[in-house]
Every structure is written in structure tokens, then in C-alpha cells.
């Protein structure tokens, strides 16, 4: 299939979704996905001559169609969850399998006061006017074929509602799975996350799969901090050599919130990843790391996108790329400094690693700076593993594999040992290990 | 033990090794003098197996083994360890992780059982204590951001864990201040030991009045040109190499 009969096929299904959305949604919803579908069509999915999608080689979701994906019952138990899940301690797990919430797969200590979470079909339902706001938020409006892909047709998500009093030790674990299927799925998950004033929560955001099947993942995220929040949160996409996956989040910071957020993406056959960050009031800061990882033929790609919209805003940026085999890397960290603002700190640095001869990363720093108050440091390197390094290694007696995973651990340890608390930094590395042990 | 025999290597289409012969037997120590871009280190990083260089004549072997057909590691396996004029930095490795992989790497390249995590430490912290470095060193990088006093004893600590056949040091004394020195040097003279051959490569006579050499080597344009006694190093204290590179040529 090409790209516009791909296009047709959700035209189609979107009549079909229509039709079949078994609670009526409001009508400001109806309206919302009938504009968004009408854009879509008009604009059609990305292409390579956008500036924005240069590096991208979309065939991998534009090029076969994906099946609007239905609430399935997996056959799972709680237990079968247990390797997947981080909380040990004190916390919660909401599980969405094939984008769909499941409840009886979710579980958690007692919600503490001033928490509500749940799936966001079922928040639609019970209270969409709710909704409504954050779902209009001007900021936070789709500007590309995919996001109006999502936005005419989400069907689940996570809606999550963090209070002041939370222990910031309570930890949100929002796991996406994806289970083996005959038909390639289109998964849509819409999700809102709101951190009230004043409070210090911990997020932990997974991606994964049960099987290899090649379900497509078109995620739309929307973070709120308001004034004075603090959220750590971690995204974890690592869902399989045969994963497709594009997330759109869109973070809107009030004055002096902090984000502090690990980005992760292990591979998948085609996975980007765009994070917009908003710090539109004063004292607003985030704080960004994370590694981008492919190998054999997966490509991934992180967008990001930090605009310093008001006076005394700060962001870091810390980045890691790793390609291995015939995987791509591309990296492109925007900065963006409004007119006339002051006291503005932006540091970016990125570093990559390339293990293969065919393996390529592309890294980019876009900096945008209409205003002289601002101090901006930033860095990108692309090389190969220190040969004086494995050659030292090697002359102890370490052979080259063991050599050059010591230093390829050492590389990625700056960003994968940030992760707090211990038990999510050892479940990282452990998964990142699997990762570059699987062929 | 060590038997080199018209040993030649270039690198690119350059020679630079041009006929090594040198021999060293158990419990010897041997210092290779000679002055800079002779081929001191490049002879030490061909026996050792570093990449880039073409052995283009000559035999190398440690105990009539071919040193030669091997990799680097196969090399360490068989006793073989090198001290780097410079240490390489590695961030992000601990050293008590690198001791410790090297040192299992060792053991089974040798047929002998693994070391389990306690008696591991317990070898590093006694060899650590034999050179006279402080345990927090354990907990740091490898080499990264230590003074150069520090990195050549963390070499000497890594001999110490490794406990090698044929230990080839390279300018161990440089940019070492005057207690440093004699830390290190006596450090060696401490690793002495009668099953092992020591090739110290050195520009200077300080470090040999504290490792007395069995043999002295000047190498001069990738040659040993000339060989004697303990002796030989304070004469070359005395007169340079100017006489032997007119010799030589
Ligand atoms: N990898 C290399 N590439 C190019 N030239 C090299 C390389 N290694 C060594 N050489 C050259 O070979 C010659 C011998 O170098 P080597 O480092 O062996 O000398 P050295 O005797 O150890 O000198 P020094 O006393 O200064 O340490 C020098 O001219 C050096 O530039
Ligand atoms: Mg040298």
C-alpha cells in the first residue's frame, strides 16, 4: 500500500469508530475528532521534505495499514506482571493493554488523598466537561498528521491527578503492553498528566510487549505542572524489535515547577519520540536526559523541543545515542528563547556512539535565541568506542566483546544510573542489557 | 622466558622496529634505555598486541610460545602484562569492576577456578595495600582524573592483582615527583619475584638505584645496539647517547 490508500483506510475507520463508540461522546468531542480527522486528510502523513521529518523513513507506518485496535481480554494475571512492574514499594500501577485500560490488571496501595487516575475513556464518560480544558489548551494543539491522527480517533489512555500532600517516594507506574495479534493494531492512548501546585510526584511511563507482533503506537501526551510542582518521570519505550511507535508530549511548566525526565528508547522498527517543553512562567525549569538505542535495522528518533517562553527559566539537556548494526539515530534538541526575555540558562550536551560501520546518528542542536540575557552551552559529539580504551582493557585479558561492553555500559551509565530510586535504575539496566544481548 | 629474534614492525610503510634481539629469563630484570622515538614503546605494544602495528620479520615467543599469533587478551592470558607510559582513562568503569573482570579473565584464561565476589576484594584490597594506594581508589573510575602519580601505581596495582609472567614497564618513572618515584620503584623491586621477567623502559638512572637491573639495552633507530651491566645506565648518565647514535649510523 502507499501512504494515501494507508490514509483512506482510516478515513474509513474513522466512520466505523464513529458509528461505534458505544457511549456518546459530548458533542465539543465529536467536533474535536471530525476537525482533526478533516486535517488529517488535508495534510496527510509527514513526509521526508519537512524539515522536521528529514532524517525519518516513515514506510514503516505510513506504508501498511493498522487495525483501530478493541479492547481485548489477554488471558493475563496479575502475577504474569510481576517482572514488568517497578513499584516495590509504596505506589501504583495503571496497565493498558493494546492502549485499552485494564482495570483488573491494575492495582495499587490505597489512592492517597488528592490522587485520582484511571483510563481516559471512562473519565470522558463520566465527566468530559472536565476534560474539556485541558483538551483545548491552545499550547497543547496537534501540528502534524499523526497527532490529528490521534486526535480524531484516541480511544484510552491515562488520566492521572496528582495532589500536594502525595509522599514524594509514591511512585505512578503507567504500563502500556502490547500483546501478540494477527492483525497489526493501531494503537492510540491520549493521555493527561496533572501535577497541582505544590507537589512532588514520581512517574514512571513503560512501553512494552508480550509478543513481536508490529502494532503501531500513536501515543499523545499531555503533561500539566502547575505552579511550584516538581514530577520526576521517566519514559521507558521498549517495545520490541518490531514496534512502531510515535509519541507526541506536549509539557506546559507554571511558574518555578521542575521537570526532571528520563526519556528511553530501546530500538523498536521505527520510534520517535517528540517532547515539547513549555516553560511559559518565571522559575520554570527541566531538566531532560536519556538515551536514544538502535541496532539491526530500528531506527529512533527524539524531537525535542524546550521554548523558553518566560524570563528566569532553565533547562538541561543530556543525551545519549547508541547505534549498533544498520540502526539510525537522530537526535534533534530545538531551544527556543522567546523576544525580550531575561536570565534564561540552557545547556544541552550529546553524546553517541556508533558500534557498526553502517550504524549512523545523526545529532543536532537547534538553538533559537531571540534574546541576548541568556547563557546556553551545548555539545554533540558522534564517534566510535575509544580504541586506547579497549586496547588497555583487552592487554588485562578481557576479551574484545567483554571489553567493549564495559565501555559501552560506562557510556550509557551517565544517563541510565540518573533514574531514581534504585529498584527502577537496576530494572533499567537490566532490560538495556537484554536489549543489546538480543539479536 | 621472553625470546625476541630479529623482531621488525612498521607502522603504515614506516619502519620502526629494525631487528630487536633481546632475551630474558625467569627472575630477571632488564632495563631498556634509549633516546625518544628509538622505538622503546612501540617494541613493548607489539609484544602486547596493540593494533596498528605490522610485524614485518622476526619471532617473539614467551616460554616457546608464538606471542605473535595472539590477541591481546590471549596474550595477558599467557602472562604477558604491559604498564602504559600513558594510562588510559576510562569513565564510568569502576576499578573495582575492571580489577575483578580482569582478574576472573585471567583465571579462566589460565584453566584456574573463578574467584568469587569476597576472595576477589580480598586480593584487590591486599594488592592495593601492597602498593600503597588508598582503598577509596577502588571506588573511582579507571585512571580518570588521577594525577599522574597516581596512574602509574594504579598500573603497579593492576601487576600486583594480575600477578603476570613477563611484566613490561613503560616509563613507570615519568612525571612522578621525588616521593612518587620511590613509591613506585620500590613497588616494583617489591614485585620482584623469581618467576617473573621485568623489562623496565626508563630514560633515567633514579628509578635503578632502586630496581638494581640484571642487563641494561640501549635501543637506538628500532636496534639494541648495545648491552652490559648496571653499570651501562650510570654511563649513560654521563655521556647521552650522542657516541652510540654515531656508532649506530
Ligand atoms: N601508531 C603510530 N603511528 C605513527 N607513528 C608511530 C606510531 N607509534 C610509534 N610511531 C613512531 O615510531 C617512532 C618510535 O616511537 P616510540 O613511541 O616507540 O619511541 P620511544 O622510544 O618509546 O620514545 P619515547 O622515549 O619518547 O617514549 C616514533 O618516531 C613515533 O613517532
Ligand atoms: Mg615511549
Redesign the pocket.
Known amino acids: 500500500m502507499n501512504a494515501t490508500e494507508v490514509q483512506d483506510s482510516y478515513v474509513g475507520q474513522f466512520q466505523d469508530h464513529a458509528e461505534r463508540e458505544a457511549r456518546r461522546p459530548p458533542p465539543w468531542l465529536r467536533r474535536d475528532r471530525a476537525g482533526a480527522m478533516d486535517r488529517f486528510v488535508v495534510a496527510g502523513f509527514p513526509t521526508r521534505r519537512m524539515e522536521a521529518w528529514k532524517y525519518d523513513v516513515l514506510a514503516p507506518v505510513t506504508e501498511e495499514p493498522f487495525i483501530l485496535s478493541e479492547p481485548s481480554c489477554i488471558g493475563l494475571d496479575p502475577e504474569d506482571l510481576d517482572p514488568l512492574l517497578l513499584n516495590r514499594g509504596e505506589g501504583a500501577h495503571l496497565v493498558f493493554v493494546n492502549g485499552w485500560f485494564a482495570p483488573t490488571l491494575s492495582a495499587g496501595s490505597a489512592l492517597p488523598r488528592g490522587v485520582r487516575m484511571g483510563g481516559m475513556a471512562r473519565r470522558m464518560a463520566a465527566d468530559p466537561a472536565e476534560l474539556l480544558p485541558a483538551f483545548s489548551n491552545e499550547e497543547a494543539q496537534p501540528d502534524h498528521g499523526f497527532t490529528e491522527l490521534n486526535r480524531a480517533m484516541w480511544q484510552d489512555g491515562a488520566f492521572v491527578q496528582l495532589g500536594p500532600e502525595l509522599d514524594p517516594e509514591w511512585t505512578v507506574q503507567l504500563l502500556f503492553l502490547n500483546s501478540e495479534s494477527l492483525e497489526p493494531l493501531l494503537i492510540q492512548p491520549r493521555n493527561l498528566l496533572m501535577v497541582e501546585a505544590g507537589c512532588r510526584a514520581r512517574v514512571v511511563e513503560t512501553h512494552l510487549s508480550l509478543g513481536r507482533s508490529a502494532h503501531f503506537t500513536n501515543a499523545w501526551t499531555t503533561l500539566l505542572l502547575e505552579r511550584g510542582a516538581h514530577l520526576d518521570y521517566q519514559l521507558w519505550l521498549d517495545g520490541g524489535p518490531h514496534a512502531r511507535h510515535i509519541g507526541s508530549m506536549r509539557v506546559t511548566q507554571a511558574a518555578d515547577s521542575v521537570l526532571e525526565a528520563g526519556l528511553f528508547a530501546l530500538g523498536g522498527r521505527l520510534t520517535r519520540q517528540e517532547v515539547e517543553v513549555n516553560l511559559s512562567e518565571p522559575g520554570a525549569e527541566c531538566r531532560l536526559h536519556g538515551l536514544l538505542a538502535a541496532t539491526a535495522h530500528q531506527q529512533v528518533d527524539f524531537h525535542l523541543n524546550v521554548r523558553h517562553a518566560a524570563s528566569s527559566t532553565t533547562s538541561h539537556q543530556e543525551f545519549r545515542g547508541l547505534a549498533d548494526g544498520h540502526g539510525r539515530g537522530i537526535f534533534n534538541g530545538r531551544v527556543w528563547v522567546a523576544p525580550g526575555v531575561r536570565e534564561i540558562v540552557s545547556g544541552q550536551t550529546t553524546r553517541n556512539m556508533l558500534l557498526s560501520p553502517e550504524a549512523e546518528i545523526d545529532a543536532k542542536p537547534q538553538l533559537e535565541i531571540h534574546a541576548d540575557d541568556v547563557q546556553c552551552v551545548h555539545g554533540a559529539t558522534v564517534g566510535s568506542p575509544d580504541e586506547e580504551a579497549l586496547f588497555y582493557l583487552r592487554s588485562r585479558g578481557l576479551d574484545g566483546q567483554t571489553a567493549l561492553a564495559l565501555l559501552v555500559e560506562a557510556f550509557v551509565g551517565d544517563v541510565l544510573n540518573r533514574g531514581e530510586p534504585e529498584p527502577l535504575r537496576d530494572w533499567m539496566k537490566q532490560r538495556f542489557n537484554a536489549w543489546r544481548a538480543s539479536p | 622466558m621472553l625470546n625476541v629474534e630479529g623482531l621488525h614492525a612498521a607502522?603504515g610503510d614506516?619502519p620502526?622496529l629494525r631487528g630487536v634481539e633481546l632475551t630474558l629469563r625467569p627472575g630477571e630484570v632488564h632495563a631498556l634505555m634509549?633516546p625518544?622515538?628509538?622505538?622503546?614503546?612501540?617494541l613493548v605494544h607489539v609484544l602486547a598486541g596493540r593494533p596498528?602495528y605490522r610485524v614485518t620479520a622476526g619471532r617473539a615467543t614467551l616460554d616457546g610460545v608464538d606471542l605473535l599469533a595472539m590477541e591481546p587478551e590471549q596474550r595477558a592470558g599467557a602472562g604477558v602484562f604491559l604498564g602504559f607510559?600513558h594510562p588510559v582513562e576510562i569513565p564510568g568503569v569502576s576499578q573495582q569492576l575492571f580489577l575483578k573482570t580482569a582478574l576472573n579473565a585471567l583465571r579462566r584464561r589460565r584453566g584456574e577456578a573463578e574467584l568469587d565476589a569476597s576472595d576477589c576484594r580480598e586480593r584487590i584490597l591486599r594488592a592495593t595495600r601492597s602498593i600503597g594506594l588508598e582503598e577509596s581508589i577502588l571506588s573511582r573510575s579507571v585512571n580518570a582524573g588521577f594525577s599522574g602519580g597516581e596512574k602509574k601505581q594504579n598500573e603497579l596495582l593492576q601487576m600486583a592483582t594480575l600477578t603476570p609472567r613477563l611484566a613490561l614497564l613503560d616509563?613507570m618513572d615519568s612525571g612522578l615527583d621525588i616521593d612518587a618515584l620511590a613509591r613506585v620503584s620500590q613497588g616494583i623491586q617489591a614485585l620482584r619475584g623469581p618467576d617473573r621477567a621485568i623489562l623496565l623502559v626508563t630514560?633515567h638512572q633514579r628509578m635503578l638505584d632502586w630496581v638494581v637491573p640484571d642487563r641494561v639495552h640501549v635501543?637506538i633507530e628500532g636496534r639494541i645496539v648495545l648491552s652490559g651491566g648496571s653499570d651501562l645506565a650510570r654511563e649513560l648518565e654521563r655521556r647521552g647517547y650522542g657516541w652510540l647514535m654515531e656508532e649506530a649510523a
Do not use: D, L, P
Not at chain 2, 625518544?36 to 612501540?42: F, I, P, R, W, Y
Open positions: 607502522v614506516r620502526i634509549g625518544n622515538g628509538s622505538g622503546k614503546s612501540t596498528g607510559q616509563e630514560h635501543m
